[in-house]
């Protein structure tokens, strides 16, 4: 069991849906990330959060849209999307972006995501 | 630009075969060299964090070396259950000399030891 869980752990949905993926961490970090990983690709950062604030958006397109709410919860909404974006979708957290000291990024079990 | 290479691709071993996976990275300021285990189906878990040329750290049967330009990881007397795939991250300074704590993965070498 990690210190960041996320659901759904798996999610098929049209084109046309909307859902939502959800990540919640018990490690009182500050700093939330999101992740894409796809096959025979590097994890590819998507969002980080720091404080509730985005502090970066890695030229994700606006059919992903990310909400934290608090430092401890985070949402990525998902609407219209495509089939090559069917990927594994992990979540993680660290104390503090941008902080000197060590700021190991902790990962959640990810969200597999097929879009069909 | 950030680069992180990982090799080989894939390495089968047979348990107690010892050896070593590569990762070479091209950064303008390291701030921090990660090695992470994913299993299959599962997040990466976090293994060491490397900060200076000529650190070690070493876990069970890993040990995780540092030089200016590349980490290796080094398994010794392997296991079935040491099977996953091995990632390899940097985490950079900024021009200001702060650490932005995001990371630039490479590939992943995925790693099989045959009983």
């Known amino acids: 069991e990690t210190g960041v869980t996320q659901t759904p752990r798996h999610l098929v949905m049209g084109m046309t849906n909307k859902k939502s993926l959800k990540c919640e961490q018990h490690l009182g970090h500050n700093a939330m990330y999101w992740y894409k990983q796809s096959a025979k690709k590097p994890l590819e950062l998507m969002f980080v959060y720091n404080f509730k604030e985005q502090t970066e958006n890695n030229s994700v397109p606006s059919r992903f849209s990310p909400e934290c709410p608090n430092s401890s919860h985070l949402f990525l909404h998902l609407h219209t999307l495509q089939p090559e974006d069917s990927a594994l979708y992990l979540c993680a957290s660290s104390h503090q972006f941008g902080q000197l000291s060590g700021n190991t990024i902790y990962f959640g079990e990810g969200s597999w995501l097929t879009v069909v | 630009e950030d680069q992180v290479t990982q090799s080989p691709e894939a390495l089968r071993l047979q348990e107690g075969e010892s050896s070593s996976l590569n990762c070479s990275y091209t950064?303008?300021?390291?701030?921090?060299l990660f090695w992470y285990r994913q299993d299959p189906g599962k997040g990466p878990e976090f293994l060491f964090t490397l900060y200076s040329a000529g650190e070690e750290k070493e876990k069970e049967r890993l040990k995780a070396t540092l030089t200016k330009k590349e980490s290796f990881l080094h398994i010794t007397a392997p296991k079935p259950e040491d099977s996953a795939t091995y990632l390899c991250?940097?985490?950079?300074?900024?021009?200001?000399?702060?650490?932005?704590?995001?990371?630039?993965f490479g590939q992943g070498t995925i790693l099989t030891v045959h009983p």
């Open positions: 950064v303008s300021g390291l701030r921090g």
């Open positions: 991250a940097v985490q950079e300074f900024n021009a200001g000399g702060t650490s932005y704590g995001k990371l630039t």
